[in-house]
């Protein structure tokens, strides 16, 4: 897009965005019109790659734009010939990029103390909570707890989760996908 033949609505559309923009960043230089060939190619030089939705077991096809360069994941496609998805994704496929990019990732154990998040070791995590799991069957037996597994299970994962729940002494035991 030029800047000669946007329309007179969208025109001031962006003249009121570049002075909101001012007030905030104090400059009008932050703001400008993308040029033909960034419209064409926003990131130059980027690669698709093939690759699977991890979010649940069925695997459907992602197409990731990846800027090799600072090794980024810029931006998702659905992969139209997958065979399982087929040109498609469900609501939580379609942003597995954020899984990866989002501020909210949670990328270690934290541990709530006096209403604020702390991080803590793995290994304090496993063992604090299964320290509580014993106490509660203890208290109220094995049926007080439920073992609920999740759609990123392989069969083999599920197995051992199956496993799991029979030797702690329940069968409350379900999967995610049935909620
Ligand atoms: S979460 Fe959705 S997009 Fe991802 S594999 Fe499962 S069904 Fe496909």
Known sequence: ???????????LKLAALGAGATTAFGSNDTLRFATEAELKDPFPGSVMKRTI???????????????????????QDWAADAPMNQGSHCCKGIDQIDLTKSKMRLKYPLKKVNGKWERISWE????????????????????????????????????????FAAFWGTNNIDHVARI
Request: glycine fraction near 8%; include cysteine.
């Open 1 to 11: 897009m030029s800047q000669s033949n946007i329309g007179r609505r969208s025109f």
């Open 124 to 163: 304090t995590a496993v063992e604090e909570i299964g320290n509580k799991m014993l106490e509660v069957r203890a208290e109220d037996g094995p049926d007080s707890v439920e073992f609920l597994g999740s759609a990123k299970f392989s069969n083999q994962q599920a197995y051992y989760f199956r496993k």
């Open 53 to 75: 939705c991890s979010i649940c077991s069925a695997g459907c096809g992602i197409l990731a734009e990846v800027d090799e360069s600072s090794n980024t994941w810029i931006r």
